[in-house]
């Protein structure tokens, strides 16, 4: 589980670093999307490391305060289908990372809570993931630190639904995506 880095001395950062033109520097897409990537990126390893998916990392953290969700609850958690996460959640089961129990107030509802095996492995991501973050927020002061996950969470609310609000939009965005063909 260790980490691997380039060699000392080498230029390895500087020439895999390109300077982006300042439209693209301003807008709050680029900007929000180039931290998701780099982070998505340390998450498949740190997950590779624990031999789990980045998706069953996020269901893993996603049970992680025992309310026993639902696969529903879940799915939109985790921006993905039920189906989706109906998937993981069966291969999570299968290796003793979740268990899921029938809801007494619904028929065909099942609760999802984390098994002791789960909580390790996510404590080891976790873990690891803070050193990421603490390296991600080592360039800030102190209020700028402060007020980022806030700023962000704020930001992630507004848009959760997609269009801020505008329902004619957001259906047309999920018309795209069912019917959207991969290119040719």
Known sequence: MGTTEAPVGSNYSRRHRATAPADAVGRLEWVTQRLARSLQ???????????????????????????????????????????????????????????RTDDPNHGRVRKTALTSA????????TDRIAGIEARVLAGLDEEQRRILLPALQQAADTI???????????????????????PS
Do not use: W
């Open 41 to 99: 990126r340390a998450v498949e390893l740190v997950a590779a490391d624990n031999d789990i998916t980045v998706a069953e990392y996020h269901l893993l953290l996603a049970t992680s305060d025992d309310v026993g969700r639902s696969n529903a609850e879940l799915a939109r958690l985790m921006f993905v289908t039920p189906q989706s996460a109906n998937h993981v959640l069966a291969d999570l089961e299968r290796r003793g990372f979740v268990a």
């Open 118 to 125: 789960g909580r390790t492995v996510l404590k080891a991501c």
């Open 160 to 182: 959760a639904g997609g269009y801020f609000g505008d329902t004619a939009e957001e259906l047309r965005a999920v018309a795209h995506r069912r019917t959207r063909q991969p």
